[in-house]
C-alpha cells in the first residue's frame, strides 16, 4: 500500500511539473460501480473473516472478477489494465495457498524485524517456504519506504505502476501542442532550396 501511495504522488506530481498548470483532465473511467465494489469487498473481508471459511481467498477472488471486469471496459484507459493484472495475480497466489506468502528474508532487507510480520496469528499472510505454489507472485520485493517499510509482491508492484500511469495522465496538461489550435497550426516550413 505505501508503495502505491508513493508512486501516485511522485506520478502526479512528475505529471504537473512535466505538463504544466491547468486543470486536472483525468482519463474518463466507465462501470466504476465495479471498481468501488471490488474495493468494497477487499475492504469487507476482514468483517467477515470470523464467520467466513477462507474468506480472504473468496475476497480476493471476487474482487479480481471485478476488477477485470471493470478493466474490460477501460482497456484504452492508462495503466487500469496493468493494475488489474495486479489484482489477478494478487488473487491468484493467495487463492493456490490459502494466504499471502511473505519472504521472510525480503522482510529482513527491507529493515522489518520477522517479529513484527506476525506470520503465525496472521491469517491473511503465511511464511514463504518449499510448499508455497507461485512463490515469484509472493510478497518478496523488499521497499524499504523511509517511515514505512514493507514487502511486496510483483502484484503489488503492478497495481501500484498501473495507479501510477493513471495519475500521470490525469496531471499531465501539455495537450494541443500538435493539434489545430497548438503551435504545429502556426508552423509553416522553410521553402526549399
Known amino acids: 500500500m505505501g508503495l502505491t501511495v508513493l508512486v501516485l504522488v511522485a506520478a502526479f506530481a512528475f505529471g504537473r511539473l512535466a505538463g504544466g498548470p491547468g486543470p486536472l483532465a483525468a482519463p474518463p473511467l466507465r462501470r466504476v460501480s465495479l471498481l468501488v465494489a471490488a474495493l468494497g469487498v477487499h475492504f469487507a473481508e476482514p468483517l467477515v473473516a470470523s464467520?467466513?471459511?477462507?474468506?480472504?481467498?473468496?475476497?480476493?477472488?471476487?474482487?479480481?472478477t471485478l476488477m477485470v471486469q471493470f478493466a474490460a471496459g477501460n482497456l484504452r484507459t492508462p495503466g487500469v489494465a496493468l493494475a488489474a493484472a495486479g489484482v489477478c495475480a494478487n488473487a491468484l497466489v493467495v487463492v493456490v495457498n490459502g494466504a499471502?506468502?511473505?519472504?521472510?528474508?525480503?522482510?529482513?532487507?527491507?529493515?522489518?524485524?520477522?517479529e513484527r510480520l506476525a506470520?503465525?496469528?496472521?491469517?491473511?499472510h503465511?511464511?514463504?517456504?518449499?510448499?508455497t505454489r507461485m512463490a515469484p507472485l509472493a510478497d518478496r520485493i523488499p521497499v524499504p519506504i523511509?517511515?514505512?517499510?514493507?514487502?511486496?509482491?510483483?502484484?503489488?508492484?503492478?497495481?501500484?505502476?498501473?495507479?501510477?500511469?493513471?495519475?500521470?495522465s490525469a496531471a499531465y496538461r501539455r495537450r494541443g501542442i500538435f493539434t489545430e489550435s497548438g503551435i504545429m497550426n502556426r508552423w509553416e516550413p522553410a521553402e526549399r532550396c
Open 146 to 168: 523511509p517511515g514505512h517499510r514493507e514487502v511486496d509482491s510483483l502484484g503489488d508492484v503492478a497495481i501500484a505502476a498501473g495507479a501510477g500511469l493513471y495519475a500521470f
Open 126 to 131: 503465511e511464511p514463504l517456504d518449499g510448499a
Open 100 to 114: 499471502m506468502p511473505v519472504s521472510e528474508a525480503a522482510a529482513v532487507r527491507a529493515g522489518i524485524p520477522v
Open 51 to 64: 464467520e467466513v471459511a477462507y474468506s480472504y481467498p473468496l475476497c480476493l477472488a471476487i474482487s479480481a
Open 119 to 124: 506470520l503465525d496469528t496472521d491469517g491473511r
